[in-house]
Structures are given as C-alpha cells and as structure tokens.
C-alpha cells in the first residue's frame, strides 16, 4: 500500500503485536524542495537515516507491518509534533515552543541538516508549512495510529519498533573511556514509553546477533516515543538507532559491500522480537 507520504509493507496474516516504523528514511526528494535549497542533492540527505526501510524490510515476512516514509526528513520530520515550528525558517510564527530541537534548527519543519548546515535560503511561507504538515504528516500518523489500534484490538496490545540510523561520530562523541561503544541504542524514554520486558525482549534480540546495545544514551527517544508510548495502556514504544558505520559509507551514503549480511542480522532480530514466547504468552507482562 503506497501513498505520496509513505509506503506501507502488510503482512499477508498479521500475528504479532508488534509494528515496525522507519520515518525518517524516505528518499523521494521533490525537485522544487531541491530547487529552494542552498544544498546539493548530495548533502541535503545527510540527516536521512538512508537504508533503514530496506534492513528492516523483513518485517511483513514475520506477521508485523511496516510503515516506511517516502518523504525526506528534510523536507519534513515525521518524529517531531506537527505543532514544532520554527520562526527562524517559517514566516508568520510568532515565537518557538520551549524546545531544544526547535531552537537548534530540528523543528518539524527542519531549518539545517547534519552538522548545522541551513537548508534554505530564506523563511518559507507559513501555507507552505502546513501543507506540508497536511500532505505528509498527518498521513503517516493516521497511519502510524490505526495499524497501533487495530494491534491492540487484536492483540490486547501494540508494540511499536521505530527504526532509526545515527552517525558513528554521535557513538563516538558520547562514550565513556573503557566502556565498548554500543552498535545500537535503545531508547524508552527512560521507561516512560515502554515496560521493562518489552525493552529486555528487543535487547536480548539484538544480543543473540552479536549487537551490543546501550539504553537512552545519547538517544532517548523523540516524539514519536513520547506520543505513542502507553505502557499502562499496554502500547509500547522503543526507539531503536543503529550505527551507520555497520552498513553503509556514510560519506557517499551507500550500502556497504556486506549490507545483506548486516541486513540478515536484522532480519534475525525481528524474527526473535515477533516470534510467539512460551505458553503463546503476550511479549509485555501484565
């Protein structure tokens, strides 16, 4: 199922509770966005997770849909609030939300891309920025909210996996001497947006593969966490950020030769993350 926001991957019978998410890997760069830009088409995509959809693409295989974004994170954020609009690039708003990814360029209309590098050349209209918001945002998140419904109608809960890339000099940036750098961070917001078991289950997922896993540190979660995670509603959200380095030339934002050996690690994470416990227990304990 395929709409100008994003592509969605429906298992043929859906037997997990489990979604699979990718909204920042769309690709489909419109020409008049590129037009607008002060940036190449090269380093426009720098802030894209590029690739995650297709590591991830196993999903439906599994029992577990996924919704993967067509639409660059650059043109718009799909993991910020449709209300986090930045005055420094959109025309008309008055004043920011108290915000550190508004202030730094990252609102849902993002003002820069990696390493601070400004998109535009100017503000953009304010009936441009809702038109997107209508276009793209909304759509995913309708979206996004009904394949979490109809889980916890079926299933009596939902678990969301929302699937991110992060670069190796974030990794780098933020460990601690003599600690081993971690392959993925799992963020739940600190529990916030997440039980405990539901986080074990997905970091020892991870561990059989031979991934070593961080949790919060030095990503906790976004507003997607923040928006969808219920635990006490038994809906679940954990963000996941996989090391870019592990699969891809980050500068030339291409598949590594062995893509499809990492991409079968993955494939291996989800199978143990959607496969049924013993006794056909639910993944999240009551």
């Not at 993967?68 to 005055?87: F, G, K, Q, S, V």
């Not at 963020?187 to 997905?202: C, L, P, Q, Y």
């Not at 499809?260 to 416990?277: C, G, N, S, W, Y």
Request: aromatic fraction near 6%; hydrophobic fraction near 40%; glycine fraction near 6%.
């Amino acid at each position: 199922m395929q709409s100008d926001a994003y592509t969605l991957h429906l298992p043929r019978r859906r037997t997990t509770p489990v979604v699979f998410s990718s909204p920042h890997s769309g690709a489909d760069y419109p020409q008049s966005f590129v037009s607008q830009s002060l940036l190449d088409r090269h380093t426009i995509r720098s802030s894209e997770d590029a690739f995650v959809d297709h590591l991830f693409s196993a999903a439906p295989l599994h029992g577990a849909p996924l919704l993967a974004a067509r639409i660059p994170r650059a043109y718009i954020d799909l993991n910020r609030a449709a209300d986090e609009l930045d005055p420094a690039v959109i025309e008309g708003i008055d004043r920011a939300p108290h915000n550190p990814r508004v202030s730094s360029g990252l609102g849902v209309i993002p003002r820069v891309v990696a390493g601070g590098r400004a998109i535009y050349r100017g503000k953009l209209p304010r009936a441009e920025a809702e038109r997107r918001i209508a276009s793209v945002w909304h759509p995913y998140h309708t979206a996004l909210k009904t394949l979490l419904d109809e889980n916890l109608a079926q299933f009596g809960q939902a678990i969301l996996i929302d699937c991110h890339s992060m670069p190796h000099e974030a990794i780098e940036a933020h460990s601690r001497p003599g600690y081993p750098r971690p392959d993925v961070v799992l963020g739940d917001r600190f529990g916030a947006a997440a039980s405990r078991d539901v986080v074990e289950r997905i970091e020892r997922a991870f561990a059989a593969a031979g991934l070593r896993t961080a949790r919060n540190a030095p990503f906790a979660g976004a507003y997607i966490a923040q928006a969808y995670g219920r635990p006490s509603r038994q809906q679940h959200v954990v963000q996941i950020e996989i090391d870019r380095a592990l699969y891809m030339d980050e500068q030339r934002i291409q598949p590594r030769p062995d893509f499809k050996e990492f991409q079968r690690l993955v494939t291996r994470v989800i199978a143990d993350v959607t496969a049924p416990q013993a006794g056909n227990m639910p993944l999240a304990a009551e």
